[in-house]
């Protein structure tokens, strides 16, 4: 690990107040996540799946849709951890595989109709909730940008 990690010097009780109210504000936001997935149908690990399939579809080189493997790496998965996720949310109706066109070799992961309308619904709420703690969040940056200074 880098020195930066583990700063040498001796740290005040503002920063560790500012460390505790960015870790609490990081928890409230994963907390509600997770609820908002589960009123919404899904596991949190589903939510997090479709969007790792939606935001790497959408950001992908010529257009290519992940892999299980490129999943696994967003999601911090071991491959097999990833099988199953997809298998789990295939049965659901929630992502559709197929046959890279160039590579037969290679499994594409896509959103159905039903994962892309549950996504967009809650990819909107999450947006605005992120809206809403965008100003604590700044707060907290600005409190590290001065002190770094």
């Given amino acids: 690990m880098s020195e930066r990690a583990f700063p040498d010097r001796a740290l005040d009780d503002e ?3 500012e460390l505790l109210a ?7 936001f994963l907390h509600w996540s997770d609820e908002q997935a589960r009123r919404a149908g899904l596991t949190a690990q589903q939510h997090q799946l479709l969007l790792a399939i ?3 579809a959408g950001g992908a080189q010529n257009g290519a849709e992940p892999t299980i493997g490129d999943i696994a790496e967003s999601l911090l998965l071991r491959h097999h951890s990833a099988v199953e996720l997809v298998d789990r949310a295939e049965q659901a109706g929630l992502v559709h595989r197929s046959v890279d ?3 037969r070799r290679v499994v594409r992961l896509s959103l159905t109709a039903k994962g892309q309308r549950v ?3 809650l990819s909107a709420a999450h947006l605005d909730e992120l809206q ?5 969040v ?12």
């Fill in 22 to 28: 960015f870790r609490t504000a990081l928890r409230r």
């Fill in 101 to 103: 066109d160039v590579d």
């Fill in 15 to 17: 920063e560790y107040g």
């Fill in 138 to 149: 700044a707060r907290l940056a600005r409190g590290l940008e001065e002190r770094t200074a």
């Fill in 119 to 121: 996504l967009h619904k």
């Fill in 54 to 56: 939606r935001g790497h």
């Fill in 132 to 136: 809403r703690l965008a100003p604590t």
